[in-house]
């Protein structure tokens, strides 16, 4: 298969609710565990014999079913994926786990867990700030989900299955790094809302089929060398991000999205799991300690060194910070992004904008005048 | 030909308006102002066509054209298209060179822009998905009232407190309005109260990129001078006017002739160059 070929086949795959890939394990036996924030270890559903699936709201149209149960200030993310799951759309899970995120991803805990079908619930609590001592706590809430799925699905999860889930995340987390690493080219082989699906598709699909793939895709880039126009090169970040779409937007406008510092971006993939040591403890601290999400309480100083450096790193002209509206989490990263920006002088946009909203034209508006800018201003410099 | 013949255009294709400036020699010698349809290119060549006429040009005699607003990528026949950002800050330098504060306010956009004394955008902030605070909110609001803009702005400067109008949300605005008039509060104080709602949705914008002298207000509902005073108070400064009468609602399109105009210069002083030329860069780290 050729590159186009198997982009194709990602964004089939990242389309729909339910992909072909999904759809065969089960036909062949298999389960599927959910899970809604990039704190959860998907290694543990991979350990149970399952395939671990981040929930995401893709081809949603409205809520007006999660609407009768969440009010309006619960953001649309959550509301079309509690309404998607309240169709019945995501009834091919033997299970749901989620944590406290936000407040917003509890409310749709509660609605999963006496609205769906969905056998099997559980809930983490997760500290909101990564210190030494309470990395015993989030261990112990790992242990939890454990015995309670061991429980459920009459499965064992030892050091042993644990072990050979790290292996499979690494491998698809290196692959993930190895494209990412492609986007620090002049002319990088792949746009960003091509990455975004390729990212995206390693969420929802069997590891095993989605490594197949992209080590075919890998090769692909590797020699691809045609030159790429763009008037300037973004790093997106924020938190929930799985809308390829949008990032295309930014993309028709002249820029090209190098980097998505964003839950269902970088957060996924950087930073191994060390295969050495005892598997559930390596876990905990790979998921515990990495570059902190917006929920970590003081997170942003190593959030915005993590973003500079970054920016270094894929020659980045500017930082686009996006949210969804009601991420009350978010909004003081966002807050903190633009300060930033205006003391450092990194170019920064911030958007606030609706889970699969469409209608991109403030959006393209926005974006278009932030190139503009960069554009004038490194002009200037020139001239200078 | 020398550069004060040249003859650039821009084509602002707004949500409600549409305008188009042609500029001979980097000065206005005309423009026009016309409703926005449903095609957005036949409504770039209805507009532009006018402008033409109007200064007595060919259409051919156009070296450069911009497009800009919400329709741009539609003003088929244009160089490039520019967003309205840029044009504004461009069209509003070009006329007041000390202006450091732009806030436009169309049918469906309100953006507020701040640029430093070379013109450059520092800043930007613009409205959401949301017809408060913008043109389309007083089109709304006069229509329940049965009115036209013009009688709202006479009547604004009439006797009367402002009615207390929620600024949140149009369509529960105009039930407001509705509730108003149904208990008989006279029209001039449900106007300033409007007004001020207008007014408060936009202050916010423009605080957020920081109120700096001189201030500019442009788009259509500039020309409202309800909502100006009412902004003016709000914010405790004065606009400066634009000078020699220029209509507030093309400032955008003005930029981005302007733009085609510093564009046209720059393609032919590379062409006279061209022997110097480095030729492409590719993109190198």
Redesign the interface.
């Known amino acids: 298969m050729n590159k186009s070929e198997i982009l194709n086949v990602f964004q089939d795959v990242v389309k729909e609710p339910l992909n072909s890939y999904v759809e065969q394990w089960i036909s062949g036996g298999g389960k599927v565990g959910g899970y809604y924030c990039s704190l959860i270890p998907a290694e543990i559903f991979t350990a149970a014999g399952m395939v671990p699936y981040r929930i995401r709201g893709p081809r949603s149209e409205d809520t007006a079913l999660a609407d009768v149960y969440l009010s309006s200030n619960v953001c649309t993310f959550v509301r079309h994926t509690v309404n998607i799951a309240l169709q019945g759309e995501f009834d091919f899970m033997s299970g749901i786990v989620c944590m406290n995120g936000c407040d917003q991803a509890r409310r749709a805990y509660e609605v999963w867990k006496q609205k769906t079908k969905v056998p099997f619930h559980a809930f983490l609590s997760v500290p909101r700030t990564s210190e030494e001592r309470l990395l015993s706590w989030y261990k112990e809430e790992l242990e939890k989900l454990i015995e309670a799925m061991e429980k459920h699905f009459s499965v064992k999860i030892r050091s042993q299955e644990l072990h050979e889930a790290i292996k499979l995340h690494n491998a698809a987390r290196a692959n993930l790094i190895r494209l990412n690493d492609l986007r620090k080219r002049?002319?990088p082989p792949i746009s960003g809302s091509e990455a975004l699906t390729v990212t995206i598709a390693a969420h929802v699909m069997p590891l095993k089929n989605f490594n197949e793939l992209a080590e075919v895709l890998l090769a692909a880039l590797n020699s691809d060398q045609a030159?790429r126009k763009y008037r300037a090169r973004f790093i997106v970040s924020g938190g929930e991000l799985d809308e390829p779409e949008f990032l295309k937007v930014m993309e028709d406008q002249g820029g090209l999205v190098v980097y998505e510092d964003t839950c269902f971006g970088a957060r996924f993939y950087e930073e191994q799991v060390p295969e050495e040591g005892d598997p559930l403890t390596k876990i905990a601290e790979r998921y515990f300690y990495r570059v902190p999400c917006a929920r970590m309480v003081n997170s942003f100083p190593a959030r915005y060194a993590n973003v500079e450096q970054i920016m270094t790193d894929f020659?980045a002209d500017g930082l686009i910070a996006q949210r969804i509206k009601q991420c009350i989490v978010n909004a003081g990263h966002l807050y903190n992004f633009t300060r930033r920006g205006?003391s450092n002088g990194m170019p920064t946009l911030v958007l606030?904008r609706e889970y699969l909203?469409g209608?991109y034209?403030?959006v393209k508006?926005?974006v278009?005048?932030f190139i503009?800018?960069i554009e004038?201003?490194s002009k200037?410099g020139a001239e200078l | 030909m020398p550069n004060q013949e040249k003859v650039t255009a821009g084509v602002d294709i707004g949500s409600s308006t549409s305008k188009a400036v042609i500029l001979v020699g980097g000065k206005i010698a005309s423009y026009a102002i016309g409703p926005s349809s449903v095609s957005p290119t036949k409504t770039a060549h209805l507009v532009f066509q006018q402008a033409l006429s109007s200064a007595g040009i060919h259409r051919e005699q156009v070296t450069y054209t911009v497009g800009t607003g919400y329709g741009r990528a539609k003003v088929e026949f244009a160089d490039e298209n520019v967003s309205e950002i840029s044009c504004h800050a461009k069209g509003a330098h070009h006329l007041l060179a000390e202006v450091r504060t732009i806030v436009d306010v169309g049918g469906q956009d309100t953006k507020a822009i701040s640029i430093n004394k070379s013109g450059l955008v520092m800043e930007f902030a613009m409205n959401d998905k949301c017809a408060a605070g913008t043109g389309r909110f007083l089109d709304f609001m006069a229509r329940s009232m049965g009115l036209e803009i013009k009688d709202m702005v006479q009547m604004h400067f009439q006797d009367g407190y402002p009615a207390m109008i929620s600024s949140m949300c149009s369509v529960f605005a105009e039930s407001e309005v509705i509730n108003l008039i149904n208990e008989e509060v006279p029209l001039p104080s449900i106007i300033k109260g409007l007004h001020k709602s207008v007014a408060n949705r936009i202050s916010t914008l423009i605080r957020r990129v920081g109120v700096e002298n001189e201030i500019v207000m442009t788009g259509g509902v500039a020309k409202n001078n309800g909502v100006v005073e009412t902004l003016e108070n709000i914010l405790k400064c004065r606009f400066v006017t634009l000078p020699g009468n220029v209509d507030p609602q093309i400032i955008g399109a003005l930029g981005a002739a302007v733009i085609g105009f510093e564009k046209d210069q720059s393609l032919q002083s590379r062409t006279e160059n061209a022997g110097n030329n480095r030729g492409t860069q590719q993109a190198q780290f």
């Open positions: 002049p002319s030159p020659h205006r606030d909203a209608g034209g403030q508006t926005r278009q005048a503009e800018n004038s201003k200037k």
